[in-house]
């Protein structure tokens, strides 16, 4: 049986948060089981309620003694968990749990049943039993039932305000008369006391779409909360810049509201905020109105009703998808391109109808290549699709955003040549994108090569120190030739899932350049935007952060101290051991330019090559609009892809309506993956799940444990506001040597022929599993299944290999090679690590230029001290970056490396004939 099968108790014994044992609260002093470590809490809540209801079902049917519905019972410890995580939902509540322990109390099993079951089968998406039998149920939860089989989307509104039961039901009935019939949505009350209490809805409870802020609030929680909550609580309110929950006596009602709204804003963004107060709501609603969408008074509840409804009608509005549908549906004669249009040379073919057969007459429906309307131009839109790339800008954090229908790879080479010109320095980690390298080819700036650090044991990259960075920087300076560095460009995070502190860095680079330019490349980040502990490493919410940062007296003070360090008083810059030992402060004055390229279609929901830049640029008027707009029409098609967009316009709204519940699914996903290879005794023995102790080493570590997850959020939190690097939980890089296999084999061999799973990413020793928002419950237990049968194979094969023989994945391989250099035609100074890539690719071009040169050859050449030079890039995949590219010296490490890789893809290199080298 595997971890996640669906019975239960085992799986439920087994699940990660489950078994989470159960701290003494503060509060209460009683024990209580973790209700809720936020990451998981959508599990935590369904196992909670499904073990209850095998547990009661066991009693019920004589099965189980009665012991665990008292005391530290399993029945009782769920009952108490689940009161004070119901708090935290709409629908049920706490009462409801309350009344479930009395029907146990009294032995009325029945009815008990009944009552747990229809949340099993709300929680689980399915339509409700019949009525329960006993009479318990009231008016309202009467009315319920009846709503449960409403299809409409539903979302939850949270409430602050000290309550009593009797308010909370008149404003459920309130909610329950305002309905009607026309309205899109439906939502429900969660209505809380406290401050912290609202803190651990919003981190708990992704349906939460909208709040009601009234000032009766206290301030600290009674709940029993685990103290991993209560730490995620504290953080919380750190991050947003105040210590604890304002107590009522030290802070004016406008303070306490005040810093509430700016902690739950900095929580979940997309979340909107209402006032609702009594009095003088004219002073609030002047002193309050940045926060606050509006300001009510409480008399005006149809008002607020509409309100809630309109703002997600806003959320929910795709309008590229809408003017879609609409072309689909209207009668049109297609008199210029596209015979697919309208199905028009697919429907009455004899030879090609099961295209519209297998993808849907819709697809060809919406197929167009008109631009009015309603459709609109990409290359200049001012309609559906402005409106829809705003959208992703508001959802993203940026100040403009693009849709880019042909991938990353293309949307960098958007960014590269809107910013920078012939003869820019780039500084960028040679482990990018080949997209990178190629954007530079094409124009003409020079890339000076970062290493990231090798991680050898595991035959890949990790990623550039930031004193790297500030090293090469400051050679730059030393050499007279800062000026020329113009874009700083990173990968994060990488594909391994390092994630870099992209504020940090950016600070740190623009204190020694304050007009630098920062091209994050976030292909595998688009997620992290929508959940708040991995939204901070996001590219724009560091460029907001920091232009924040820069405002503040405080920042202004510390950056005026700092100088007199960095600088003697005649102007001499203080030795670069002072600029790499301090965490160097930005001027005031610095710019900050930002660009993020994100494959929305590797995380989030989009078509294949639906990709988005977005751009937070304080100079983008003044400095890059224009060239921008240029870039973009260099590398759009005049055809974009319809569907693409509609893709992506839908995958925004996803996003925003329930980004952090996916999220959030997918980092619990991964760890449940991450424990079931730790502890299942048979996987054991042939995997080990790689830890951020193995991919990041020491002196670049930090606070954070080897997998801050799995001890907490808080953990987790902690981590990746401190530490320089930190391990992005959703990857999981499996090392496989003790199979006997190498990475390539297990990939194809194994997992994709046997058992048609497919991953993307392998090393000699390493296979990496990615999850995603996609990625379902049964999904991971099949893994852990396949994973199972697979180390019962290589059981049974360990017994036929010869002991003495090293296993593929423990060959010791070279060195992963550093960027050698580039030949002295191609270098500028022969000293900076810059070069002229472009030159040298069109040297490769001329007829006569290149010779064809063996490895063993090569080999020889450069052992007599010949520096042959490459015409082109040569790209092992893996590990999928340019080991050569033109103008670079062929070097021994190189040649090495390329000699013992067993790869079946080698862009660049051809194998009968060799390299392609320039002729000196
Ligand atoms: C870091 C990085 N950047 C850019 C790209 C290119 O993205 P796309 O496939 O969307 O063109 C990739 C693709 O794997 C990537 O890994």
Same mark, same amino acid.
């Given at each position: 049986?595997?971890?996640?099968?669906?019975?239960?108790?085992?799986?439920?014994?087994?699940?990660?948060?489950?078994?989470?044992?159960?701290?003494?609260?503060?509060?209460?002093?009683?024990?209580?089981?973790?209700?809720?470590?936020?990451?998981?809490?959508?599990?935590?809540?369904?196992?909670?309620?499904?073990?209850?209801?095998?547990?009661?079902?066991?009693?019920?049917?004589?099965?189980?003694?009665?012991?665990?519905?008292?005391?530290?019972?399993?029945?009782?410890?769920?009952?108490?968990?689940?009161?004070?995580?119901?708090?935290?939902?709409?629908?049920?509540?706490?009462?409801?749990?309350?009344? $479930?322990?009395?029907?146990?109390?009294? !032995?009325?099993?029945?009815? %008990? #049943?009944? *009552?747990?079951? &229809?949340?099993?089968?709300? =929680?689980?998406?399915?339509?409700?039993?019949?009525?329960?039998?006993?009479?318990?149920?009231?008016?309202?939860?009467?009315?319920?039932?009846?709503?449960?089989?409403?299809?409409?989307?539903?979302?939850?509104?949270?409430?602050?305000?000290?309550?009593?039961?009797?308010?909370?039901?008149?404003?459920?009935?309130?909610?329950?008369?305002?309905?009607?019939?026309?309205?899109?949505?439906?939502?429900?009350?969660?209505?809380?006391?406290?401050?912290?209490?609202?803190?651990?809805?919003?981190?708990?409870?992704?349906?939460?779409?909208?709040? $009601?802020?009234?000032?009766?609030?206290? !301030?600290?929680?009674?709940? %029993? #909360?685990? *103290?991993?909550? &209560?730490?995620?609580?504290? =953080?919380?309110?750190?991050?947003?810049?105040?210590?604890?929950?304002?107590?009522?006596?030290?802070?004016?009602?406008?303070?306490?509201?005040?810093?509430?709204?700016?902690?739950?804003?900095?929580?979940?963004?997309?979340?909107?905020?209402?006032?609702?107060?009594?009095?003088?709501?004219?002073?609030?609603?002047?002193?309050?109105?940045?926060?606050?969408?509006?300001?009510?008074?409480?008399?005006?509840?149809?008002?607020?009703?509409?309100?809630?409804?309109?703002?997600?009608?806003?959320?929910?509005?795709?309008?590229?998808?809408?003017? $879609?549908?609409?072309?689909?549906?209207?009668?049109?004669?297609?008199?210029?391109?596209?015979?697919?249009? &309208?199905?028009?040379?697919?429907?009455?073919?004899?030879?090609?109808?099961?295209?519209?057969?297998?993808?849907?007459?819709?697809?060809?429906?919406?197929?167009?290549?008109?631009?009015?309307?309603?459709?609109?131009?990409?290359?200049?839109?001012?309609?559906?699709?402005?409106?829809?790339?705003?959208?992703?800008?508001?959802?993203?954090?940026?100040?403009?955003?693009?849709?880019?229908?042909?991938?990353?790879?293309?949307?960098?080479?958007?960014?590269?040549?809107?910013?920078?010109?012939?003869?820019?320095?780039?500084?960028?980690?040679?482990?990018?994108?080949?997209?990178?390298?190629?954007?530079?080819?094409?124009?003409?700036?020079?890339?000076?090569?970062?290493?990231?650090?090798?991680?050898?044991?595991?035959?890949?990259?990790?990623?550039?120190?930031?004193?790297?960075?500030?090293?090469?920087?400051?050679?730059?300076?030393?050499?007279?030739?800062?000026?020329?560095?113009?874009?700083?460009?990173?990968?994060?995070?990488?594909?391994?899932?390092?994630?870099?502190?992209?504020?940090?860095?950016?600070?740190?680079?623009?204190?020694?350049?304050?007009?630098?330019?920062?091209?994050?490349?976030?292909?595998?980040?688009?997620?992290?935007?929508?959940?708040?502990?991995?939204?901070?490493?996001?590219?724009?919410?560091?460029?907001?952060?920091?232009?924040?940062?820069?405002?503040?007296?405080?920042?202004?003070?510390?950056?005026?101290?700092?100088?007199?360090?960095?600088?003697?008083?005649?102007?001499?810059?203080?030795?670069?051991?002072?600029?790499?030992?301090?965490?160097?402060?930005?001027?005031?004055?610095?710019?900050?330019?930002?660009?993020?390229?994100?494959?929305?279609?590797?995380?989030?929901?989009?078509?294949?090559?639906?990709?988005?830049?977005?751009?937070?640029?304080?100079?983008?008027?003044?400095?890059?609009?224009?060239?921008?707009?240029?870039?973009?029409?260099?590398?759009?098609?005049?055809?974009?892809?319809?569907?693409?967009?509609?893709?992506?316009?839908?995958?925004?709204?996803?996003?925003?309506?329930?980004?952090?519940?996916?999220?959030?699914?997918?980092?619990?996903?991964?760890?449940?993956?991450?424990?079931?290879?730790?502890?299942?005794?048979?996987?054991?023995?042939?995997?080990?799940?790689?830890?951020?102790?193995?991919?990041?080493?020491?002196?670049?570590?930090?606070?954070?444990?080897?997998?801050?997850?799995?001890?907490?959020?808080?953990?987790?939190?902690?981590?990746?506001?401190?530490?320089?690097?930190?391990?992005?939980?959703?990857?999981?890089?499996?090392?496989?040597?003790?199979?006997?296999?190498?990475?390539?084999?297990?990939?194809?061999?194994?997992?994709?022929?046997?058992?048609?799973?497919?991953?993307?990413?392998?090393?000699?020793?390493?296979?990496?599993?990615?999850?995603?928002?996609?990625?379902?419950?049964?999904?991971?237990?099949?893994?852990?299944?396949?994973?199972?049968?697979?180390?019962?194979?290589?059981?049974?094969?360990?017994?036929?290999?010869?002991?003495?023989?090293?296993?593929?994945?423990?060959?010791?391989?070279?060195?992963?090679?550093?960027?050698?250099?580039?030949?002295?035609?191609?270098?500028?100074?022969?000293?900076?690590?810059?070069?002229?890539?472009?030159?040298?690719?069109?040297?490769?071009?001329?007829?006569?230029?290149?010779?064809?040169?063996?490895?063993?050859?090569?080999?020889?050449?450069?052992?007599?001290?010949?520096?042959?030079?490459?015409?082109?890039?040569?790209?092992?995949?893996?590990?999928?970056?340019?080991?050569?590219?033109?103008?670079?010296?062929?070097?021994?490490?190189?040649?090495?490396?390329?000699?013992?890789?067993?790869?079946?893809?080698?862009?660049?290199?051809?194998?009968?004939?060799?390299?392609?080298?320039?002729?000196?």
């Amino acid at each position: 049986m595997t971890l996640l099968d669906d019975s239960f108790p085992e799986s439920l014994a087994s699940a990660p948060i489950t078994t989470d044992i159960v701290e003494p609260p503060p509060m209460t002093g009683e024990l209580e089981r973790d209700p809720g470590m936020p990451a998981s809490t959508w599990r935590l809540r369904s196992d909670a309620w499904e073990y209850l209801r095998f547990g009661v079902k066991r009693i019920a049917l004589g099965n189980d003694d009665e012991s665990a519905l008292t005391g530290d019972g399993e029945i009782a410890r769920n009952l108490r968990a689940l009161e004070t995580i119901e708090m935290y939902w709409a629908g049920f509540g706490q009462r409801y749990v309350r009344d $479930i322990s009395e029907l146990l109390r009294k !032995g009325d099993y029945q009815n %008990a #049943l009944d *009552r747990i079951g &229809r949340v099993v089968q709300r =929680l689980r998406n399915s339509t409700v039993p019949d009525e329960p039998h006993n009479d318990l149920i009231d008016e309202i939860e009467r009315l319920e039932i009846t709503d449960d089989c409403d299809p409409r989307p539903r979302f939850e509104v949270l409430v602050i305000d000290e309550t009593t039961a009797g308010d909370r039901d008149s404003m459920r009935a309130e909610n329950m008369r305002l309905r009607s019939a026309a309205d899109q949505f439906i939502y429900d009350f969660v209505v809380v006391p406290s401050a912290d209490d609202a803190i651990a809805a919003l981190l708990t409870n992704p349906n939460i779409l909208a709040c $009601i802020i009234r000032p009766g609030f206290s !301030g600290r929680t009674t709940q %029993a #909360l685990s *103290r991993d909550l &209560r730490d995620t609580i504290t =953080l919380a309110w750190e991050s947003a810049g105040v210590e604890t929950a304002p107590a009522s006596s030290s802070l004016s009602s406008v303070q306490r509201v005040v810093r509430l709204a700016d902690v739950l804003h900095t929580l979940r963004p997309e979340i909107d905020l209402y006032l609702m107060a009594g009095a003088n709501i004219e002073d609030l609603a002047g002193a309050l109105s940045r926060r606050f969408r509006r300001v009510f008074r409480r008399e005006d509840q149809l008002e607020l009703h509409l309100s809630l409804l309109r703002r997600v009608s806003h959320l929910y509005d795709t309008p590229f998808f809408a003017a $879609i549908q609409d072309h689909a549906r209207r009668p049109v004669g297609v008199f210029h391109a596209l015979p697919v249009a &309208r199905g028009g040379s697919v429907v009455g073919s004899k030879w090609i109808t099961d295209l519209a057969d297998f993808y849907g007459l819709n697809l060809l429906l919406a197929e167009t290549s008109a631009t009015s309307g309603g459709l609109d131009s990409l290359l200049a839109p001012v309609h559906t699709l402005k409106k829809a790339q705003e959208l992703a800008a508001r959802a993203f954090g940026a100040k403009h955003t693009f849709f880019v229908t042909n991938g990353t790879s293309t949307a960098n080479k958007v960014v590269h040549q809107a910013l920078v010109s012939p003869n820019d320095v780039v500084l960028v980690d040679r482990n990018c994108h080949k997209s990178h390298h190629h954007a530079m080819m094409l124009t003409g700036a020079r890339p000076a090569y970062l290493d990231a650090y090798p991680l050898n044991d595991y035959a890949f990259y990790g990623a550039v120190p930031l004193s790297d960075v500030k090293q090469m920087l400051l050679d730059y300076r030393a050499a007279g030739r800062l000026d020329e560095v113009r874009m700083v460009t990173l990968t994060n995070c990488t594909f391994d899932g390092i994630v870099y502190d992209p504020e940090r860095v950016m600070a740190e680079c623009l204190a020694i350049k304050p007009d630098l330019v920062f091209l994050w490349d976030e292909a595998w980040f688009a997620f992290a935007a929508f959940h708040p502990v991995t939204r901070r490493r996001t590219a724009m919410a560091a460029a907001k952060h920091l232009e924040a940062t820069l405002k503040t007296s405080s920042h202004h003070l510390a950056y005026t101290e700092q100088q007199k360090r960095l600088f003697a008083e005649d102007g001499t810059p203080a030795p670069d051991e002072v600029w790499l030992s301090e965490r160097l402060i930005p001027s005031p004055d610095a710019r900050i330019r930002v660009y993020a390229t994100q494959s929305t279609h590797k995380t989030l929901t989009s078509l294949r090559q639906g990709s988005m830049i977005h751009v937070y640029d304080q100079d983008w008027v003044r400095d890059a609009r224009e060239p921008f707009h240029e870039a973009y029409m260099t590398h759009t098609s005049t055809s974009p892809n319809y569907q693409i967009l509609t893709s992506l316009d839908l995958g925004r709204r996803q996003v925003e309506l329930e980004g952090y519940e996916l999220v959030q699914r997918q980092l619990d996903l991964a760890t449940s993956l991450t424990q079931a290879i730790a502890r299942h005794p048979i996987l054991r023995r042939f995997f080990r799940v790689v830890d951020a102790y193995d991919l990041i080493p020491e002196p670049l570590r930090g606070i954070g444990g080897k997998m801050p997850l799995r001890q907490g959020l808080s953990d987790m939190w902690r981590a990746w506001r401190e530490d320089e690097f930190v391990v992005d939980p959703s990857r999981i890089t499996v090392e496989i040597t003790k199979t006997g296999v190498d990475g390539d084999t297990f990939k194809h061999d194994y997992l994709m022929d046997r058992f048609g799973i497919q991953v993307n990413k392998t090393s000699r020793n390493t296979v990496l599993f990615m999850t995603n928002i996609g990625t379902s419950r049964s999904g991971i237990a099949y893994l852990i299944e396949v994973l199972v049968k697979l180390s019962e194979r290589f059981e049974e094969l360990s017994e036929e290999l010869d002991p003495n023989m090293p296993l593929p994945g423990e060959v010791p391989m070279p060195p992963l090679p550093d960027f050698s250099a580039f030949s002295s035609e191609y270098s500028t100074d022969g000293i900076r690590p810059d070069g002229d890539l472009r030159a040298a690719f069109f040297q490769g071009q001329q007829r006569g230029a290149v010779e064809y040169v063996s490895q063993a050859e090569l080999s020889r050449r450069v052992a007599e001290g010949e520096r042959p030079v490459s015409a082109g890039f040569v790209t092992p995949y893996p590990p999928g970056f340019p080991v050569l590219v033109p103008g670079q010296v062929i070097s021994r490490e190189v040649l090495d490396f390329m000699s013992v890789l067993d790869t079946r893809e080698i862009h660049g290199y051809d194998a009968v004939r060799g390299y392609r080298v320039l002729k000196p």
